[in-house]
């Protein structure tokens, strides 16, 4: 892996660039939080991205399946998905992905996640770092260009499951 911070990143990101991507998220509320995953190399300077768990649709996968799969390799947990929530179209720069977010339900809810693997990237070279739970004040606390659009100005959780388009 490269040494230089910025080379780094770059390379984390290589696998995505210059295709466009399909991707599933799945949103989980808990006791007034949102349970979100810390991903690097999208923001400059190393600040933290939070977004919901998800990630890659995979061909011969049905949209609920490849949720499932990415909700269990990113935080250990089996989940049953909800309703359609959100449609986010995403682009910058050399990366462009369509996201497609989903209500999800965790099959035991006192199962606590923890931080997963994405297998697309090497043990040393993950783009997720860390798993939480936000409120949403505490959300609104922190720079808008480090939480996801469809999490940007929620006032309660209940806001989360009114359905956004949101296209550039």
Known sequence: MPTDPIQATNSLL???TGTVRVRVGGILVRNGAI???AHRGLLPDGATFWSPPGGGWAFGESLKEALQREFLEETGLAVRVGRQLHLHEFRRDEL???EIFFEVL???PATTPRLGHDPEHAPDAQLLTELAWYTPRQL?????AQVHPVLRGLLSTDDV???QVLLN
Do not use: E, G, H, S
């Open 140 to 144: 609104l606390a922190l720079p808008l």
């Open 35 to 37: 349970l979100l995953a």
């Open 106 to 108: 965790a099959d035991d």
């Open 96 to 98: 462009q992905a369509l």
């Open 161 to 163: 499951f009114v359905p």
């Open 14 to 16: 290589t696998p995505y």
